[in-house]
Protein backbone atom coordinates (compact mmCIF):
# COMPACT_ATOMS: atom_id res chain seq x y z
CA UNK A 1 0.00 0.00 0.00
CA UNK A 2 3.43 2.29 -0.03
CA UNK A 3 1.21 3.61 -3.61
CA UNK A 4 -2.48 2.91 -3.18
CA UNK A 5 -3.23 5.02 -6.15
CA UNK A 6 -1.25 3.46 -8.31
CA UNK A 7 -2.50 1.29 -11.55
CA UNK A 8 0.55 -1.18 -11.48
CA UNK A 9 2.68 -2.75 -9.35
CA UNK A 10 5.82 -2.20 -8.29
CA UNK A 11 8.97 -3.92 -7.83
CA UNK A 12 8.60 -4.92 -4.13
CA UNK A 13 5.01 -5.97 -4.36
CA UNK A 14 5.82 -8.34 -7.42
CA UNK A 15 8.64 -9.46 -5.35
CA UNK A 16 6.36 -10.77 -2.66
CA UNK A 17 3.61 -11.88 -4.94
CA UNK A 18 6.25 -14.29 -6.29
CA UNK A 19 7.34 -15.45 -3.29
CA UNK A 20 3.94 -16.28 -2.11
CA UNK A 21 3.76 -17.76 -5.86
CA UNK A 22 6.94 -20.32 -4.97
CA UNK A 23 5.44 -21.47 -1.92
CA UNK A 24 1.96 -22.67 -3.37
CA UNK A 25 3.55 -24.01 -6.26
CA UNK A 26 5.78 -25.92 -4.02
CA UNK A 27 3.68 -26.60 -1.40
CA UNK A 28 6.13 -24.76 1.24
CA UNK A 29 5.55 -22.11 4.19
CA UNK A 30 7.73 -19.31 5.23
CA UNK A 31 8.24 -19.42 8.64
CA UNK A 32 8.20 -15.82 10.23
CA UNK A 33 10.89 -15.61 13.42
CA UNK A 34 11.44 -12.24 15.48
CA UNK A 35 11.89 -11.86 18.84
CA UNK A 36 9.51 -8.88 18.40
CA UNK A 37 6.93 -11.22 16.92
CA UNK A 38 7.49 -13.80 19.46
CA UNK A 39 7.14 -11.02 22.16
CA UNK A 40 3.81 -9.79 20.98
CA UNK A 41 2.25 -13.15 20.78
CA UNK A 42 3.10 -14.24 24.83
CA UNK A 43 2.39 -11.00 26.03
CA UNK A 44 -1.20 -10.29 24.07
CA UNK A 45 -2.89 -10.83 27.49
CA UNK A 46 -0.72 -8.82 29.43
CA UNK A 47 -1.17 -6.32 26.79
CA UNK A 48 -5.24 -6.45 27.33
CA UNK A 49 -4.62 -6.47 30.93
CA UNK A 50 -2.40 -3.50 31.23
CA UNK A 51 -5.65 -1.80 28.44
CA UNK A 52 -7.61 -2.78 31.19
CA UNK A 53 -6.09 -1.35 33.97
CA UNK A 54 -5.54 2.13 33.15
CA UNK A 55 -8.86 2.50 31.48
CA UNK A 56 -10.67 0.58 33.86
CA UNK A 57 -12.69 -1.41 31.60
CA UNK A 58 -12.90 -5.53 31.22
CA UNK A 59 -12.15 -6.20 27.54
CA UNK A 60 -11.34 -9.87 26.78
CA UNK A 61 -9.27 -11.15 23.59
CA UNK A 62 -11.56 -11.30 20.95
CA UNK A 63 -11.38 -15.10 18.83
CA UNK A 64 -13.58 -14.51 16.31
CA UNK A 65 -12.13 -13.93 12.83
CA UNK A 66 -13.83 -12.14 10.10
CA UNK A 67 -13.34 -11.87 6.21
CA UNK A 68 -15.36 -11.12 2.71
CA UNK A 69 -14.37 -11.63 -1.09
CA UNK A 70 -10.93 -9.89 -0.19
CA UNK A 71 -9.73 -9.69 2.79
CA UNK A 72 -9.71 -11.54 6.28
CA UNK A 73 -8.99 -10.19 10.18
CA UNK A 74 -8.98 -10.63 13.36
CA UNK A 75 -8.67 -7.96 15.75
CA UNK A 76 -7.80 -8.34 19.23
CA UNK A 77 -10.64 -6.24 20.85
CA UNK A 78 -14.02 -6.04 19.08
CA UNK A 79 -17.55 -4.98 19.33
CA UNK A 80 -18.51 -8.85 18.93
CA UNK A 81 -17.83 -9.10 22.32
CA UNK A 82 -19.94 -7.10 24.08
CA UNK A 83 -23.53 -6.68 24.58
CA UNK A 84 -24.42 -3.13 25.66
CA UNK A 85 -24.31 -2.07 22.22
CA UNK A 86 -20.93 -0.53 22.88
CA UNK A 87 -18.78 -0.46 19.52
CA UNK A 88 -15.06 -1.46 20.04
CA UNK A 89 -12.74 -2.06 17.91
CA UNK A 90 -9.32 -2.15 18.62
CA UNK A 91 -5.94 -3.52 18.09
CA UNK A 92 -3.06 -4.11 20.19
CA UNK A 93 0.48 -3.85 19.47
CA UNK A 94 3.38 -4.57 22.30
CA UNK A 95 6.47 -2.48 22.31
CA UNK A 96 9.92 -4.56 22.47
CA UNK A 97 11.45 -2.03 24.55
CA UNK A 98 11.47 1.61 25.84
CA UNK A 99 13.05 2.76 22.42
CA UNK A 100 10.07 1.07 20.41
CA UNK A 101 7.84 2.15 22.49
CA UNK A 102 5.71 5.86 20.92
CA UNK A 103 5.03 7.18 23.90
CA UNK A 104 5.97 10.89 21.78
CA UNK A 105 5.01 9.87 18.56
CA UNK A 106 2.22 12.10 17.11
CA UNK A 107 1.34 9.82 13.92
CA UNK A 108 1.31 5.87 13.62
CA UNK A 109 4.86 4.88 13.65
CA UNK A 110 4.52 1.73 11.15
CA UNK A 111 2.14 3.03 8.33
CA UNK A 112 1.01 -0.69 8.26
CA UNK A 113 -1.12 -0.56 10.60
CA UNK A 114 -3.29 1.93 9.45
CA UNK A 115 -3.63 -0.20 6.00
CA UNK A 116 -4.70 -3.11 8.73
CA UNK A 117 -7.51 -1.09 10.51
CA UNK A 118 -9.15 0.31 7.43
CA UNK A 119 -9.52 -3.29 6.81
CA UNK A 120 -10.92 -4.00 10.19
CA UNK A 121 -13.32 -1.32 10.39
CA UNK A 122 -14.65 -2.53 6.60
CA UNK A 123 -14.85 -5.77 7.81
CA UNK A 124 -16.70 -4.94 10.81
CA UNK A 125 -18.65 -1.74 9.28
CA UNK A 126 -17.22 0.41 11.76
CA UNK A 127 -16.71 4.40 11.76
CA UNK A 128 -13.29 4.23 14.09
CA UNK A 129 -10.83 2.21 15.77
CA UNK A 130 -7.66 2.14 18.37
CA UNK A 131 -4.36 1.56 17.79
CA UNK A 132 -3.19 0.99 20.89
CA UNK A 133 0.78 0.43 21.79
CA UNK A 134 1.21 -1.45 25.07
CA UNK A 135 4.56 -1.25 26.96
CA UNK A 136 4.89 -5.06 29.50
CA UNK A 137 7.33 -7.15 30.53
CA UNK A 138 9.56 -9.35 28.03
CA UNK A 139 9.12 -13.00 29.04
CA UNK A 140 12.26 -14.46 31.10
CA UNK A 141 12.81 -16.97 28.09
CA UNK A 142 12.73 -13.98 25.80
CA UNK A 143 15.53 -12.56 27.93
CA UNK A 144 17.61 -15.82 28.92
CA UNK A 145 17.92 -15.75 24.36
CA UNK A 146 18.79 -12.06 24.44
CA UNK A 147 21.31 -12.77 26.88
CA UNK A 148 23.02 -15.56 25.13
CA UNK A 149 22.34 -14.07 21.71
CA UNK A 150 24.49 -10.76 22.70
CA UNK A 151 27.25 -13.30 24.75
CA UNK A 152 28.02 -14.78 21.00
CA UNK A 153 27.85 -11.63 19.62
CA UNK A 154 31.00 -9.91 21.62
CA UNK A 155 32.82 -13.50 21.60
CA UNK A 156 32.19 -13.81 24.97
CA UNK A 157 31.59 -17.29 27.41
CA UNK A 158 29.62 -15.86 29.71
CA UNK A 159 28.68 -12.08 30.09
CA UNK A 160 29.41 -10.00 32.98
CA UNK A 161 26.90 -9.68 35.75
CA UNK A 162 26.47 -5.91 35.47
CA UNK A 163 25.67 -6.32 31.30
CA UNK A 164 23.48 -9.39 31.93
CA UNK A 165 21.83 -7.11 34.82
CA UNK A 166 21.42 -3.90 31.91
CA UNK A 167 19.60 -6.33 29.80
CA UNK A 168 17.15 -7.78 32.38
CA UNK A 169 16.37 -4.33 33.24
CA UNK A 170 15.92 -2.63 29.93
CA UNK A 171 13.06 -5.57 29.52
CA UNK A 172 11.43 -5.29 32.17
CA UNK A 173 8.70 -2.37 32.57
CA UNK A 174 6.20 -2.81 35.85
CA UNK A 175 7.92 -0.51 37.91
CA UNK A 176 6.47 2.43 35.82
CA UNK A 177 3.08 3.85 35.92
CA UNK A 178 0.68 2.00 33.98
CA UNK A 179 -0.83 5.06 32.27
CA UNK A 180 2.36 5.55 30.89
CA UNK A 181 2.77 2.09 29.25
CA UNK A 182 0.34 2.63 26.57
CA UNK A 183 0.15 5.12 23.73
CA UNK A 184 -3.15 5.29 21.63
CA UNK A 185 -3.81 6.44 18.48
CA UNK A 186 -7.47 6.96 17.16
CA UNK A 187 -8.39 5.83 13.32
CA UNK A 188 -11.01 7.11 11.00
CA UNK A 189 -11.88 4.85 8.30
CA UNK A 190 -11.26 6.57 4.89
CA UNK A 191 -13.76 4.38 2.38
CA UNK A 192 -10.93 6.03 -0.14
CA UNK A 193 -8.08 3.90 1.56
CA UNK A 194 -10.49 0.89 1.85
CA UNK A 195 -11.45 1.13 -1.98
CA UNK A 196 -7.55 1.41 -2.30
CA UNK A 197 -6.93 -1.72 -0.64
CA UNK A 198 -9.22 -3.99 -3.07
CA UNK A 199 -8.05 -2.63 -6.05
CA UNK A 200 -4.60 -3.75 -4.61
CA UNK A 201 -6.02 -7.03 -4.27
CA UNK A 202 -6.81 -7.24 -7.52
CA UNK A 203 -4.08 -5.97 -9.54
CA UNK A 204 -2.27 -8.84 -7.06
CA UNK A 205 -4.44 -11.06 -8.26
CA UNK A 206 -4.09 -9.93 -11.82
CA UNK A 207 -0.69 -10.55 -11.90
CA UNK A 208 -0.67 -13.92 -9.96
CA UNK A 209 -2.95 -15.14 -12.63
CA UNK A 210 0.03 -13.91 -15.54
CA UNK A 211 2.34 -15.65 -12.98
CA UNK A 212 0.05 -19.09 -13.52
CA UNK A 213 -0.15 -18.58 -17.36
CA UNK A 214 3.40 -17.98 -18.01
CA UNK A 215 4.33 -21.24 -15.73
CA UNK A 216 1.78 -23.52 -17.70
Excluded at 2 to 20: E, I, R, V
Excluded at 73 to 86: N, R, S, T, Y
Excluded at 124 to 147: A, F, G, W
Amino acid sequence: MTYPAKDTLSAGPKTFLGNLFKQELFGKTDEIKSKYLEKGLLVEQESIDLYNEVHGTSYEKNTLRHDNAYITGEPDIAKVMFLDGEDILIDIKSSWDHKTFPLTNEDIPNKDYYWQLQGYMDLMNQRTSKLVYCLVDTPDEIIHHEIKVVTARLGLIDLPEDLENDIWDGLKFSKTDPKHRIKEFVVERNQEDIDAIYKRVELARGYLNDLNQLLN
